[in-house]
Every structure is written in C-alpha cells, then in structure tokens.
C-alpha cells in the first residue's frame, strides 16, 4: 500500500511539474470601435477638365492613351455592383453635374470633348470632395494632379497653402480614408503647360508642341468613411495601376485561425481557445505553429503590404521569445496540413511563427504589419517642370507632394494594418 501511494504520489508531482513547466498562450487581435460594416447609396464620380487632362485623350498619334479605358471601365464596375448608383461630374472651378448617360460620357471622354476648361485650383477640388462625404458616399476623383495656384500665387513660395487648405478640411471629419492609385500614359504634349507658360489657349506656343509625352502619370483617388472605402476598393474595380497608397485604412477584423498542422516541436494548439501550449522551445527543437488569415474581404492592394517581411515588427523589440516569423506561400513541402480549418475559414494568407527560447518574464508579444513607406511620392514629385526635357519629365508630377503631404500628415500615426497579440495566460 506504501509503495502504491508513494508512486500515486510520485506521479502526481510528474504531472505537476510537467505542466507547470508549459507555457501557454492566447492568439487575439484587439477590437476596434469602427464598425466593419457599410451602408454605400451613392457613388459620386468626379473628373477635372482642365487643359492639361485632354492631353491624355487627345492623342496626335497612336499609342497607350489608357484614362479612356480606365475611367469607363470603373464606372462601369461600380454600377454593376451598387445598382447604377454613379453620378458623374466634370470639375474644374466648381463641380457640374454630366447631363448625359454613361455612354454619352464614354463617348465625350474619348473625344476630349468635356476637357480642355480652365485651370483647376486643385486645393479647392480636393477640400470641396472632402467636405461632401457622407457616412453613406464615396467619392472618386480622377485628376493630374498637378498643382496651378493661378495668376497671383507662385508655388515655389505658396505650396504650402494647397497642403495646409486640405489638411484643414480632413481634421473636419473624424472617420474619413482615402487612396490614392497612380497610372502612366502617353500624352498628347500639345495640351501641357509648364508653370512660365504664356501661351494661354493657342498650343503652338505650348512647350511640348507637336511631342508625344511618354509615361505621364494621372490619377483615381478615393474617398470615404474608414468601413465605406475599404468595402468598395475590396471590389478591386481599380487595377492595373502603377503605384498605389492607402491612408487610414486598416485591415484589423480580419478572420484569422490556428492550424492544427503543420507544426513542429513540443506545441498543442487549441483551436477552440485560440491558444497554443509550448511545453518546450530550444535551438535544436523550436516550437513553430501556423497563423492563417482570410483575406478574401480586403482590397488586393493589402495581399501585396500582407506578403512584404519587411512590413513587420516584433514588439518588444528585445523579445528572445519569438526568434522568427516568416509569411508563406505555400504548404507543398508539409506532409501534414489542417486543410479542413483552411477550407472552413477561407484562410489565404499565412505566418509561421518560431519560437527557439521561453522567456518567464515576457507576457505578451506584437506581430504588427505597417503599411510601406510612400517613397513613391517623392520619387514623382518635382519642384519645377520649367524648359525640361521631355523624358526628363516621364513619370513626374509638379508639385504633387503639395497634396499628398496633407494626407500623409492626417494618417500619419495610422499606418498600423494588423496586429497579432500573442498573450502568456499560463505557465
């Protein structure tokens, strides 16, 4: 009987001091108050139609004029998808509702007919959208983008008036993103001013008469509620575009699930609790498990920001817990793999997540995905287009930063797209 209690006894503290020895965690994401859901009634469509705009239509010989494919195309899409709910409006000084049918505006676009007005103070465009947006709109606008303030202000010495007009209108709204998506085409160079251009409407005066730009940038920007514009952008009728920047759009209420499989290491995975048990984690046997995520809802643009490693950052910095964490692809080198929770889940997207060492005093762990840099912006901008050669100016646009700083300054705590906590709850 001594010996039977001595080994109940024995055993009893095996169990205990194995257990004691686990570590376990709970996989979160933490809840955010912007509701996930829409309520999209109306989509207002703008153009400008300055003189420089018809120079992307009007071409003087063949070749990749694409703002006639793309513009129609993406009404095309949104109305397919919101019941004809697109109201189209030209813009130059002030917005003017188009009075003919979609392909009517197909027809006037592609002609040049509803282009070649005056010049766009583009400040004003931008905080007039802005101002329109309501919870239940979402706002494109398709422009050049390049900044004229007129006659009376020079922008070498006045841009900071255009950031400083649309950064005013943004911290009016407490609940607006935007994005904005870049494409390059030919360009008809009789319609281009440059900033000392006295040639008003007669284009043999115009500094790239008789040339064909090449890789002229324009662009669709979007804007909305948080919940409004990543709902629509998840319908992807924007593509095929150069660069893009997303402000203040995140993707935090993904759907995301632990694999049972693939694994290795001393690991158990709860998927009930969302949790995993790490019993053991060494060099020579490291606990790994898999996070899947569901990315089927989201704009494509954040598969791209998902799969970048250099997006991620592990806090706290000086975590020896988690030694690496790699995105992957595919499972065509596992022999087991939970396909069950992946087809159950729509899962799309993946994290391995590797631990080499147990720290006793680290309770909680970031994953955190931040958007990429905009280096893109400075990469386009240029201070001055005044007698530049005409490859000198391919893929340029005058005093673009002048706008782009303003979104940038309101969203600029707001780069943070996911964030995976991974909690000690036992040890």
């Given at each position: 009987m001594k010996h039977i209690k001595f080994a109940l006894f024995f055993l009893s503290f095996l169990i205990f001091y194995s257990c004691s020895r686990n570590s376990v965690y709970k996989i979160s994401m933490p809840e955010y108050a912007i509701s996930s859901t829409s309520d999209i009634k109306r989509i207002d469509f703008f153009i400008e139609t300055s003189v420089s705009m018809k120079g992307y239509v009007n071409a003087n010989e063949v070749g990749n004029y694409n703002l006639k494919d793309v513009v129609p195309l993406t009404i095309t899409e949104l109305n397919r998808a919101y019941n004809d709910s697109v109201q189209i409006y030209t813009v130059d000084d002030r917005p003017r509702k188009y009075p003919k049918g979609d392909d009517e505006f197909s027809r006037d676009l592609r002609s040049g007919n509803i282009l070649g007005g005056k010049s766009s103070q583009l400040q004003n465009i931008f905080s007039a959208i802005i101002d329109s947006i309501q919870p239940n709109s979402v706002s494109f606008l398709v422009t050049d983008c390049i900044v004229d303030l007129g006659k009376d202000l020079d922008i070498y010495t006045e841009s900071s008036t255009v950031t400083n007009k649309i950064y005013k209108h943004l911290t009016r709204k407490d609940n607006i993103s935007a994005a904005v998506f870049q494409y390059e085409s030919d360009f008809n160079g009789d319609h281009y001013y440059d900033m000392k251009n006295t040639g008003g409407q007669n284009v043999k005066k115009h500094p790239y008469y008789q040339q064909v730009l090449r890789k002229r940038p324009f662009y669709v920007w979007v804007f909305g509620t948080k919940q409004n514009l990543r709902e629509i952008l998840s319908k992807n009728v924007i593509e095929a575009y150069k660069n893009a920047y997303f402000f203040n759009i995140s993707m935090h209420d993904i759907g995301f699930k632990l694999l049972k499989n693939p694994k290795k290491?001393?690991?158990?995975?709860?998927?009930?609790?969302?949790?995993?048990m790490i019993k053991e984690a060494t060099q020579k046997r490291p606990a790994v498990f898999i996070l899947g995520f569901n990315l089927n809802n989201v704009p494509k643009y954040f598969h791209k920001q998902f799969m970048e490693m250099s997006?991620?950052?592990?806090?706290p910095k000086h975590s020896n817990d988690i030694s690496e964490i790699k995105v992957l692809t595919d499972f065509s080198e596992e022999k087991k793999v939970d396909n069950n929770t992946i087809s159950a889940n729509q899962l799309t997207h993946f994290i391995q997540v590797k631990f080499n060492h147990i720290d006793p005093e680290m309770n909680q762990i970031?994953?955190?995905?931040?958007q990429e840099s905009s280096d893109w912006f400075d990469t386009v901008h240029i201070d001055s287009d005044f007698e530049m050669e005409a490859e000198a100016l391919e893929g340029k646009t005058f005093a673009f930063k002048c706008i782009t700083d303003a979104f940038v300054r309101y969203s600029k705590d707001k780069k943070e797209l996911l964030n995976v906590q991974i909690t000690k709850t036992e040890k």
């Open positions: 290491g001393k690991v158990a995975v709860n998927q009930d609790r969302n949790s995993i997006n991620y950052q592990l806090s970031n994953i955190r995905l931040f």
